[in-house]
Structures are given as structure tokens and as C-alpha cells.
């Protein structure tokens, strides 16, 4: 039962896939399908169309073999000796640094974002905090008030 349940996960994740294939050859968009894919699986998963359970099974499959996709990668980069002169070393390092600038910029972005929502957060706490005082004072302006007229 397992397994056909991570078989129609996996069908699930693919459908999104096949998606991006279509919305490329109707629109001709220069995005690999896969993104696209990718992407409308995500806007779905936010929206509560697809529900994680659906296909969390399924993709921590896929995880696990993620590995076994790279090995082509791999000897593909042997195949190719010139990646180890002076201009593959050169290449290495350009993407070794573009992505520790990525990094950086990604975690620096994260702790903004994190520290603003955190500042609204102690915002709201504050608005919540003060709502109940400005209603007695304006309850004790109504009773002043009554008290007023009253006087008259």
C-alpha cells in the first residue's frame, strides 16, 4: 500500500512537471519547464490546493535518490580534461565564489526579513497591549460625560 501511495505521489509531482512542458510549447517561454513546474506546484501548495501530505511521501523519495542524478554530472567532468588547466580552475573558482556571495546575500536577506517581521510582531503586541486602555479612557469619558449632564 506504501508503495503504490509514493507511486501516485510521484504521479502528482510529475503532472505538476508536465504542466511547465505544456504552458513552454503553447507559450514558447524561454523558462525550463521544470521551473515552471516547479513554480505552479509551489502556488498550489500555498494556496491549499495540493496539501503537503499529498505528495510529501513521494518527494522525500525522490530526496533520497537525489544523489544517484549527479553521477552523470560527474563523469561528465571527467571526460573533459581541460577543466583542470588554468581556465577550468579558473571556472571552478568563479562558481565556488558566485556561490558564497549567494549565501551571504541569501542569509543576510533572511535576517532583514526575519528582524521586520519581528519588529511587527512586537508592534502588534504593543497596538494589543494599548487597545484595552484607550477603551476605558473612552468608557470613563462617557461615564464623565454622563456624569456631566447629570449635573445640569
Not at 17 to 23: E, K, P, S
Amino acid at each position: 500500500m506504501n508503495v503504490l501511495r509514493i507511486i501516485l505521489q510521484i504521479l502528482i509531482i510529475w503532472l505538476f512537471y508536465y504542466a511547465g512542458v505544456l504552458i513552454v510549447e503553447w507559450t514558447g517561454v524561454f523558462i525550463p519547464p521544470s521551473i515552471i513546474g516547479l513554480v505552479l506546484l509551489w502556488v498550489c501548495l500555498m494556496l491549499n490546493i495540493v496539501k503537503v501530505k499529498w505528495i510529501q511521501n513521494g518527494a522525500g523519495f525522490l530526496i533520497s535518490f537525489l544523489t544517484l542524478f549527479f553521477i552523470p554530472t560527474t563523469v561528465g567532468i571527467i571526460e573533459y580534461p581541460e577543466l583542470s588547466t588554468l581556465a577550468g580552475v579558473l571556472l571552478m573558482l568563479a562558481v565556488i565564489l558566485s556561490t558564497l556571495v549567494t549565501l551571504f546575500i541569501t542569509g543576510k536577506t533572511a535576517q532583514w526579513i526575519e528582524k521586520k517581521e519581528t519588529e511587527l510582531e512586537h508592534r502588534k503586541q504593543l497596538i494589543e497591549k494599548e487597545e484595552p486602555i484607550m477603551e476605558l479612557s473612552m468608557e470613563q469619558e462617557v461615564m464623565q460625560s454622563d456624569s456631566a449632564s447629570r449635573d445640569y
